[in-house]
């Protein structure tokens, strides 16, 4: 590293502390999600392999949830693979597929999260679904952030699986339909979500570069805010997610009044 990467470093991490310092953190959202994009993106422009891009990206994941324990945030959600994935050459998803189960390892035994996934399991190898079972039941106990690894996840999917969760569960209960479409409210459709029981985004970090959700809990963002980042997901930094932070802070959210 050059003097002028080290001064610039430098500079980074005191301005970092400077916002840091005026951060108000009553202000802070209780529930991020992540789009975390550019993995492929920061490789090809590092001149390494997509596999090495997504170790980095994998890598990057415990730091942001270091960050997130430090300003109080209560809840986040990690897209690590969405169900439009599956259609990616083999000799790409089979290296993600083994990293992104490392990554859910490596946050169970970690201690300071609470392992919860949101996705489709079916959609999942045998293995990987033995992971994250194994996952959520070993870090049931921890009184840390609740992290949602959004893995096999897509948000038609999810609002897909929320209705059949709602019909089966009324067909047990005996329910016919017309009483059943009598009690269909917003409630109702929500308490079948992946995320039943979980406060909804305030907040959603896309990096990266691009301006759109993807699918990305369509139901559930309905009111939250977005914060779109520059930065490659590898090389997002405690100051981008510092700006992220202090920009939610500034807003004015008025839900639709």
């Known amino acids: 590293m050059n003097l002028r990467d080290k001064l610039r470093g430098l500079l980074v991490r005191l301005y970092a502390r400077r916002v840091e310092g005026h951060l108000d953190h009553a202000q802070v959202p209780k529930h991020i999600g992540v789009i975390m994009d550019g993995n492929r993106r ?89 992971v994250l079972k194994e996952a959520e039941e070993t870090t049931a106990h921890v009184d840390g952030i609740l992290v949602n690894v959004a893995i096999g996840y897509g948000g038609r999917q999810e609002i897909a699986d929320a209705v059949r969760s709602m019909l089966l569960d009324a067909q047990d209960k005996g329910t016919s339909l017309e009483e059943l479409a009598e009690a269909v409210d917003i409630d109702m459709i929500g308490r079948h979500l992946y995320t039943s029981d979980q406060p909804d985004p305030d907040l959603v970090i896309r990096t990266s570069g691009e301006q759109r959700l993807s699918g990305f809990m369509l139901w559930q963002t309905a009111h939250s805010e977005y914060y779109f980042c520059d930065v490659f997901w590898p090389a997002f930094r405690k100051v981008d997610f510092l700006r992220a932070m202090r920009d939610y802070a500034a807003r004015h959210r008025r839900y639709g009044g």
Request: proline share 4%; charged share 25%.
């Open 42 to 130: 920061w490789a090809k422009a590092a001149g390494s392999s997509t596999v090495h891009g997504h170790r980095a990206g994998a890598e990057k994941i415990e730091e942001f949830l270091g960050w997130c324990t430090e300003t109080d945030v209560e809840v986040v959600t990690l897209w690590l693979l969405s169900t439009d994935n599956f259609d990616r050459p083999q000799e790409e998803l089979v290296p993600l597929l083994g990293i992104i189960e490392d990554v859910v390892r490596t946050l169970a035994a970690d201690g300071r999260w609470r392992v919860h996934h949101v996705g489709t399991p079916d959609l999942l190898p045998s293995g990987m679904q033995t």
